[in-house]
């Protein structure tokens, strides 16, 4: 079935440093890709997505490419700041009769001063 | 307010006790979709509502579990006989489901963490 894949956490990084959190995805058809994020203590917010094939998402700093060669969508940013800190979690939606979307088992991201 | 909304946002009950959780969508968007969150683990999919009906029951855990959504707005998913293991944040999301397939954004309520006794 589709699924999602993605890096085990948790990840601490220094500010500034760069960030990579990898995600890999099966599907049986042409599914979008997100980023999603959840600050402490706050709901999951959308943090981008990209629709189809080599679309690059990107907000605050963040970004993603979608391959489908690889079926990666691999999350970079390239200098974390302290309020980066959070769970990050990669979903593909893959709309159909069931529309549900999937879910990563997220990445917890600490950075330090 | 503008957000998805659920209530309560704390629930503490005795295990074989039944609970009620609400989700208030976001006005005029037509899916709504109930996810759980168990400590440590990923967001789990427990189901979906086009408008008032919910094409996809598959990811409720038993037959303990059910919701419905009334008025193609607000949804509450009962569990009845609650287990230890029900324990976890439920999150609702809902999103505007336009005709056209365009990767749509689901907007996530704060969640009811319930914590079963």
């Known amino acids: 079935g589709d699924s999602v894949t993605q890096m085990e956490g948790p990840v601490t990084l220094s500010e500034e440093a760069f960030l990579t959190i990898n995600c890999t995805y099966t599907?049986?058809?042409?599914?979008?890709l997100f980023w999603y994020v959840q600050y402490p203590g706050e709901g999951l917010q959308l943090l981008l997505k990209?629709?189809?094939?080599?679309d690059k998402g990107s907000n605050k700093g963040f970004e993603a490419t979608y391959r489908k060669e690889t079926t990666s969508f691999h999350l970079e940013k390239g200098s974390v700041q302290v309020s980066d800190s959070a769970v990050y979690f990669c979903?593909?939606?893959?709309?159909?009769?069931?529309?549900?979307?999937?879910f990563g088992a997220g990445t917890r991201l600490t950075v330090k001063p | 307010g503008a957000g998805v909304s659920q209530s309560p946002s704390n629930k503490v009950t005795e295990k074989g006790k039944d609970v009620e959780l609400r989700c208030d969508p976001i006005?005029?968007?037509?899916?709504l979709y109930w996810y759980r969150q168990s400590l440590g683990q990923g967001l789990e999919f427990l189901i979906y509502?086009?408008?008032?009906?919910?094409?996809?029951k598959s990811g409720l855990p038993s037959d303990r579990f059910s919701a419905e959504r009334t008025g193609g707005s607000v949804s509450t998913l009962t569990i009845q006989r609650t287990q230890q293991e029900d324990s976890a944040v439920y999150l609702c999301?809902?999103?505007?489901?336009?005709?056209?397939?365009?990767?749509?954004?689901?907007?996530f309520g704060p969640g009811t963490r319930l914590l079963v006794l």
């Open positions: 999301a809902s999103s505007f489901q336009g005709p056209q397939w365009s990767g749509e954004t689901q907007y």
């Open positions: 599907a049986t058809g042409y599914p979008s």
């Open positions: 990209a629709t189809k094939a080599d």
């Open positions: 979903a593909l939606h893959l709309r159909g009769d069931n529309n549900d979307m999937r």
């Open positions: 006005s005029g968007h037509t899916a």
């Open positions: 509502f086009q408008g008032n009906s919910a094409p996809d």
